[in-house]
């Protein structure tokens, strides 16, 4: 169970500034080498995380590649799948069911029509990957207030854990 534990990228919503600097790295990153641009006409932005933006704060929301994935649970094709502790999309498997997108409990996966993608290669879902063919997240490299870094599971759980421990020793 211990490979299961996933990584995945923290947002700290008190950092956030709403610059969108991490949609639009995480746009251009999963572009094709020869079409680097961040936007067109014809190519609207379609980030793999979402900003969310409350009454006084905002927040990227993006997958928690979670251990027991409802979305991959939902899935009817099998087209979402568990690669070292990642959970990515088998986008020739996707039929665009919404079921995954309806499962997730962090509103994390986003699904377009294609008529609502003009000019893109079909693709209809669309979740964070962790640019999992990159060094490191796109999103949480171009944040200019580090609101967003990349956590592994099993190492936050061990640091709480110290830090508890710590705490009640400094008490005591």
């Not at 009817?76 to 070292?84: D, F, K, N, P, S």
């Not at 665009?96 to 377009?112: H, K, Q, S, T, Y």
């Amino acid at each position: 169970m211990k490979d299961e534990l996933a990584h995945f990228v923290l947002a700290d919503a008190a950092k956030c500034s709403g610059c969108r600097a991490c949609e639009l790295a995480c746009f251009a990153g999963h572009r094709p080498e020869k079409t680097k641009t961040v936007g067109t006409v014809n190519t609207p932005v379609t980030p793999r995380l979402y900003l969310a933006r409350g009454a006084s704060s905002c927040m990227p929301v993006q997958c928690h590649h979670c251990e027991d994935a409802p979305c991959m649970k939902s899935c009817l094709t099998g087209a979402l799948i568990r690669t070292e502790g990642i959970v990515v999309l088998d986008n020739r498997r996707c039929i665009g069911c919404r079921n995954c997108a309806l499962a997730c409990p962090f509103g994390a996966i986003e699904v377009f029509s294609s008529s609502e993608l003009p000019g893109l290669d079909h693709k209809l879902v669309y979740k964070c990957d962790l640019c999992k063919d990159e060094r490191e997240a796109a999103c949480a490299a171009a944040c200019p207030n580090q609101a967003l870094r990349l956590v592994d599971a099993e190492t936050e759980i061990t640091e709480k854990r110290i830090s508890a421990i710590n705490a009640l020793s400094e008490g005591v």
